[in-house]
């Protein structure tokens, strides 16, 4: 039970607490929790002596906090619910919560490396009907490892930020064309949010996610389809993804997901050594993608072939070190049906099955001024539910 | 002329003056540049009011100092460039001369964003013959666009640091199996080094390159040619490459190299209009590769199909910002001829043609213990040459 006004049975109650960074008027950057609909001034907390540590909270991005590692997380988590629970510092925390209408959300940290997987079983088989008919779906490394590539970390923004049309190359029957997409679309996925760091040379055991990876954010990974088509052989996705990627403002810790952890699809064939975890479980989270403020989609990300855990450990066996800030995404994320594919590519088919979006209008792929919403929810100790904090963008017109 | 002894006709003259970081046993890192076979320590001479910089030549980075821009860069070199030939200065000046094998060079900036084109005509011409023989060594977007993606840039290195053999998964006849590479390769690369940065949404127009980038490095992209050939579709390469790249101690400012600017290749068919550069200007820089000791390679940087000012408004024709400490690199540099390759994978004609090595051995690739240098020139003033920082690293077991 919380004495915060309106958090009890909230799904940002005390049970969820996700961070963020955020300003008001009158206080510079500093880290915050959500409660319901306030937020924590965690900045000022560790400056009252609310709460310790070590001057991270005051900071204008988490990643001074991110790299303190999992027994601080724990610690800090156990401090702010016994603040937000035990009326006895009532009169002392009332004053740092902020009503969320008050407050501008930045980016909840600074991002080293960005890493984008490809995890969906049917995002990929669908992507691989709709552009290679008549062939196998999957391509023969798909089963064997977490396929992925880099993505530009610069180009991370916050949900909320505009998303600007990006213009490029396209193929014609003419030949190639330069001006704005024609094909924009999004990825709804996941992201999992790296703390501590790993030395150059040294894989990361599948079985040391929790030690690395503290939390989760949602991801749209928008994508322009025409530009991406044509320049990425053979060296893959380039422009047509690197114009932005918007993440929530909120992180939610995996320790808030406790009762959200799920056994993951078996794997056939089996996987290499370095890509066993036991136990093999992915995150029961149900996302929500809204276009226009139509529900157009709800991808189950419980159904994704490859763990985040397999996917760490993918991303270091080669030796690739880990920074605090280094962001991996899970890939589009798309179930069987098709009112939960990931991306509007699967979901119109190609650009050929229009669909119903807000408005009572009909889309293929994104016009300027759309909106696109993706929420998730999670399930939550005791029969709770907790929300994921929302990932949002508006398409401007290309310059 | 220079009061600086051993300095007048060395490739790393006052002509020169290639920046780094620095540190010694009585010395935090900082930054200095390189005259002759001394490192003039510019942090000590910001302190001592010497040459002013904003306080940014006291830094264990170069990124302070490179997002100042263009007119504070020529100026402080100016002012260097002072310091070093009036011979009013040597008394104050001579004491903050640290010999180089005095010093360790650190990595010279924070890299940002790291991207690597694939620029090379004939590069790219080799790799298509030997991966897809009997089919056009060109893919059909080669020519419309400079072929590029994101690297991985926590995993830049300095000069000298060990390269730890990459294990991962490989193809073989049995299926997949996974252990350390046996197909590790090199790629020869000149990289670019940006400073100012660009706002999200605004496309950097070729014609201003030299107000964004600072200057030039050397680059060792290496490479697992195996790891490479089994994940890389359809996203590109990925732990193939992610386990480590390599760049010189030095930065070669622009300014150093304005007699190297030299017409590149004609273009046909005429590139989009965001692409047109005039002039359109390649860089003649002489590579040389040297294994074990051997010189076994010479590519000639002039060659490159795509200019490094095409390669900047490419990457931002999107809308991509641009960080300070972004680093894009040019792809491998091959010319026309079998002793010009930038790989291994060319030398060796995709490992049939062994070479000889230094020890008087042969390789087709890289085998345990082996030491890769590259090492180039550049034109200078007058007739001069200036040498660029040597990227150099060793193969480590894998563990």
């Keep these: 039970?919380?004495?915060?006004?309106?958090?009890?049975?909230?799904?940002?109650?005390?049970?969820?607490?996700?961070?963020?960074?955020?300003?008001?008027?009158?206080?510079?950057?500093?880290?915050?929790?959500?409660?319901?609909?306030?937020?924590?001034?965690?900045?000022?907390?560790?400056?009252?002596?609310?709460?310790?540590?070590?001057?991270?909270?005051?900071?204008?991005?988490?990643?001074?906090?991110?790299?303190?590692?999992?027994?601080?997380w724990t610690a800090v988590r156990q401090r702010i619910t016994e603040l937000l629970t035990d009326s006895a510092h009532r009169a002392a925390v009332e004053p740092l919560l902020v009503p969320l209408a008050e407050v501008e959300l930045l980016l909840p940290?600074?991002?080293?490396?960005?890493?984008?997987?490809?995890?969906?079983?049917?995002?990929?088989?669908?992507?691989?009907?709709?552009?290679?008919?008549?062939?196998?779906?999957?391509l023969p490394n798909?089963?064997?490892?977490?396929?992925?590539?880099?993505?530009?970390?610069?180009?991370?923004?916050?949900?909320?930020?505009?998303?600007?049309?990006?213009?490029?190359?396209?193929?014609?029957?003419?030949?190639?064309?330069?001006?704005?997409?024609?094909?924009?679309?999004?990825?709804?996925?996941v992201g999992f949010v790296v703390g501590v760091p790993s030395p150059l040379g040294r894989p990361v055991a599948a079985g040391d996610f929790a030690e690395h990876v503290f939390g989760v954010v949602l991801v749209n990974d928008w994508s322009a389809r025409d530009i991406q088509a044509w320049e990425y052989q053979p060296l893959g996705p380039f422009l047509g993804k690197s114009f932005a990627t918007s993440v929530s403002a909120w992180v939610t810790p995996l320790e808030a997901l406790g009762a959200a952890f799920v056994p993951a699809p078996d794997q056939d064939p089996p996987v290499a050594d370095y890509l066993r975890d036991e136990p093999h479980l992915g995150l029961d989270l149900s996302l929500t993608v809204e276009w226009n403020g139509e529900r157009v989609s709800q991808p189950p990300f419980a159904t994704m072939y490859w763990t985040p855990a397999q996917q760490l450990a993918h991303l270091t066996v080669n030796g690739a070190s880990l920074r605090t800030g280094d962001l991996y995404a899970s890939g589009t994320v798309s179930g069987p049906e098709r009112h939960q594919v990931g991306s509007f590519?699967?979901?119109?088919?190609?650009?050929?099955e229009p669909v119903k979006v807000g408005g009572g209008?009909?889309?293929?792929?994104?016009?300027?001024?759309?909106?696109?919403?993706?929420?998730?929810?999670?399930?939550?100790?005791?029969?709770?539910?907790?929300?994921?904090?929302?990932?949002?963008g508006t398409i401007f017109p290309a310059r």
């Design 109 to 138: 940290f600074e991002v080293a490396d960005y890493v984008d997987f490809y995890s969906s079983e049917h995002h990929a088989a669908n992507v691989g009907q709709i552009f290679r008919p008549g062939q196998p779906p999957l």
């Design 142 to 189: 798909w089963k064997h490892l977490p396929i992925g590539y880099h993505g530009r970390a610069g180009t991370v923004v916050v949900s909320g930020t505009p998303v600007v049309r990006p213009q490029g190359q396209r193929a014609t029957p003419q030949g190639p064309v330069t001006g704005p997409s024609v094909r924009l679309d999004i990825e709804a996925e």
């Design 361 to 392: 209008e009909t889309r293929t792929f994104l016009e300027d001024g759309d909106t696109v919403t993706i929420t998730a929810t999670a399930p939550g100790p005791d029969g709770t539910t907790l929300a994921l904090g929302e990932v949002t």
């Design 1 to 72: 039970m919380t004495w915060v006004t309106g958090a009890e049975g909230s799904p940002y109650g005390v049970h969820n607490l996700p961070y963020g960074v955020f300003r008001t008027a009158d206080r510079e950057p500093r880290v915050g929790v959500r409660v319901g609909d306030l937020v924590l001034d965690l900045g000022g907390a560790e400056a009252a002596g609310l709460v310790l540590a070590a001057g991270a909270l005051g900071r204008p991005r988490l990643n001074e906090f991110l790299a303190l590692g999992r027994p601080q």
């Design 345 to 352: 590519l699967e979901l119109t088919w190609g650009g050929t």
